[in-house]
């Protein structure tokens, strides 16, 4: 049961803070900073998704975290920074591969996975010997870190392996009767969640695809990226990272990525499924069919990968809440800056 600390009264919603003037701002991050240092979970507004964020120096407060989401506690959580000074509180080594993609990518979706320091407790690297750092582009999540003084762990604001949210009234239909705070700050401008490599071990691997894709990551670093992503069996021992668990980023339907020659092959595709699934849901780039009747409901999200990374996860929230039971998305293109969006698709739909 989740602690009374990390929750509004029963029957009552988080209070939702508004930031869009120069005042509620500073209000907003004023009340915040205090509910952090009183051990509280707050959810807030970063460039990738919504997080959930909690003191990363209290355990307790990590634990609400996970309480709060019904994490499991194999899971770990990344560490919001503001600066390297605080980057180096929270990690034991800090070598040149590290320096150099921070320079390049902080602030930004990038997750570097680092050696922790003694000072990170157990409970956010899920008992495991590595933590992920990051230093969000955000202006609210950085100016409540500086407020702070301290990193946050915050993994996204939703319940565990259901879709991140990318928009404040996603928080609050998922984990509205859970926390206290959801902070408003806008549509999230990256809309999925960061890359993560890890540089714990002589050759960097790629744990989590995202919008800064591996061709970039590979410019910088002195020996290729392995691409480790999608497969956390290959390893043994505690998750490095979140985002590694075979079915994740899911809808409440069933998901299914498609190809489709033509109107017709699609037509004839759908057909077979409609008496199982009544309510079906059809996210297409590019080839965008037109004439499938009222029973399937089709929408189009731009053929630009940052656009549809942007679009993406309010699109399938919005499947949810039409109580779609299959939700088909037209199969996007390979190549490196396509794969993030091909993973989260992937796990949705294992």
């Known amino acids: 049961m989740p602690s009374p600390h990390s929750q509004p009264p029963a029957g009552q919603q988080a209070r939702l803070l508004q930031t869009h003037t120069p005042e509620l701002f500073a209000n907003a991050v004023a009340e915040v900073v205090e509910a952090l240092r009183k051990g509280e979970v707050v959810a807030l507004p970063t460039e990738t998704v919504y997080g959930l964020a909690a003191n990363a120096w209290n355990p307790e407060a990590v634990r609400r975290i996970y309480e709060a989401k019904g994490r499991p506690a ?29 320079a390049a990518f902080w602030p930004g979706p990038l997750t570097l996975v680092l050696p922790k320091s003694a000072r990170v407790p157990e409970i956010v690297t899920a008992g495991g010997p590595t933590v992920g750092i990051r230093w969000p582009s955000h202006p609210f999540m950085q100016a409540v870190i500086q407020g702070c003084g301290f990193p946050l762990a915050a993994p996204s604001a939703n319940r565990a392996n259901e879709l991140s949210p990318t928009h404040a009234d996603h928080v609050l239909r998922s984990l509205g009767d859970r926390i206290p705070l959801v902070v408003e700050g806008g549509q999230s401008q990256v809309g999925i969640e960061s890359t993560v490599i890890d540089l714990s071990t002589p050759v960097a691997r790629l744990l989590r695809p995202g ?31 979140p985002g590694q668990l075979p079915r994740h980023y899911a809808p409440r339907a069933r998901l299914e990525t498609w190809e489709w020659k033509g109107e017709a092959d699609l037509a004839a595709r759908l057909r077979r499924l409609q008496p199982g699934f009544r309510r079906i849901h059809l996210i297409s780039h590019t080839r965008v069919p037109v004439g ?30 039409e109580q779609a039971d299959l939700v088909v998305v037209e199969a996007v293109p390979p190549g490196p800056e396509w794969a993030g969006i091909a993973d989260r698709l992937r796990r949705a739909s294992a």
């Not at 990344?78 to 034991?92: N, T």
């Not at 590979?218 to 043994?236: F, H, I, K, Q």
């Not at 089709?298 to 656009?307: G, M, R, Y």
């Open 292 to 321: 499938l009747g009222e029973a399937v409901h089709v929408s189009v999200i731009p053929h630009d990968p940052e656009a549809f990374a942007r679009a993406l996860y309010a699109e399938l929230h919005r499947c949810d809440e």
């Open 211 to 241: 919008m800064i894709h591996e061709t970039a990551l590979r410019e910088l670093l002195a020996a290729p990226a392995d691409d480790g992503s999608g497969n956390p069996a290959e390893s043994s021992g505690p998750l490095r990272s």
């Open 74 to 102: 194999h899971n770990p959580i990344i560490l919001h920074v503001v600066g390297k000074p605080m980057a180096l509180e929270c990690v034991a080594q800090w070598a040149d591969p590290a320096e150099r993609l921070a």
